[in-house]
């Protein structure tokens, strides 16, 4: 099953990411996250599949987040608040993101893509 990858392609995280993909050969179809952003429907079909607070979509250390004051904003949002606000722009999205069936990782960690994807 072929991997979907949202990356923000200046992204730090998202080249490491990326490379990690290349060299265990993973199979991933790759979308800038800025250039084709995720729609409600994805991404409220990911939050319930995540099993994570909708929070850990946020890329909270983005100057979007802070210069929209989300950090105080937030607790005061419904969901589908928070799902809206996340599909009007893909800077606001934690990145990268990677989509496998039921799985969904939001963020690089090397232990948890191994386990999921390898």
């Excluded at 994805?42 to 995540?50: A, M, N, P, R």
């Excluded at 099993?51 to 100057?63: A, E, I, V």
Aim: hydrophobic share 35%; glycine share 6%; net charge positive.
């Amino acid at each position: 099953m072929k991997v979907l990858f949202l990356e923000y392609p200046k992204c730090t995280t998202c080249k490491k990411a990326k490379k990690w993909l290349e060299e265990h050969k993973v199979d991933f179809e790759d979308r800038d996250i800025k250039e084709k952003n995720p729609t409600e429907k994805e991404l409220k079909t990911w939050y319930e599949k995540s099993g994570m607070p909708l929070k850990r979509f946020f890329n909270t250390s983005g100057l979007l987040y802070k210069s929209m004051q989300l950090k105080d904003r937030l607790p005061d949002m419904s969901e589908e608040e928070q799902i809206a606000l996340l599909s009007g722009d893909g800077m606001l999205v934690k990145r990268p993101l990677i989509i496998k069936g039921d799985t969904v990782l939001v963020g690089f960690k090397e232990a948890e893509w191994e386990k999921a994807l390898l």
